[in-house]
């Protein structure tokens, strides 16, 4: 099921069966919608459908980085407990952000929490 969109939103599919949602704006005219569907049907190789399409982007490319102050010390905070309903869910989402190489484990930082 997709998620629900705001009033000036709605999808459009890229195949038939509701297959490869895209998000367009309702205000577009017909010949407009059919224009931009035409241009991304024609390069959906290009758009990332699922996390595991993201392997073998250069992370040099994509990274993001908090530059932090030097004289800043990191904050205590307690470890926050998490459903156990959805603690299997969120570590199979864990493990594929891990697969897909967009995040990586770091263990030797003091802003890590235990």
Wanted: include cysteine.
């Amino acid at each position: 099921r997709l998620k629900d969109l705001p009033h000036h939103l709605e999808y459009a599919f890229l195949e038939d069966d509701d297959k490869l949602p895209v998000i367009i704006a309702k205000e577009l005219r017909s010949e407009e919608k059919a224009a931009l569907i035409k241009v991304l049907k024609s390069h959906k190789r290009a758009i990332s459908w699922k996390l595991s399409d993201n392997q073998g982007i250069n992370p040099e490319f994509c990274t993001h980085k908090i530059m932090m102050e030097e004289d800043y010390k990191p904050t205590v905070q307690h470890q926050r407990r998490v459903n156990p309903k959805i603690h299997d869910v969120i570590k199979k989402e864990v493990e594929k952000l891990l697969d897909a190489g967009l995040i990586y484990p770091i263990s030797d930082s003091p802003w890590v929490s235990p």
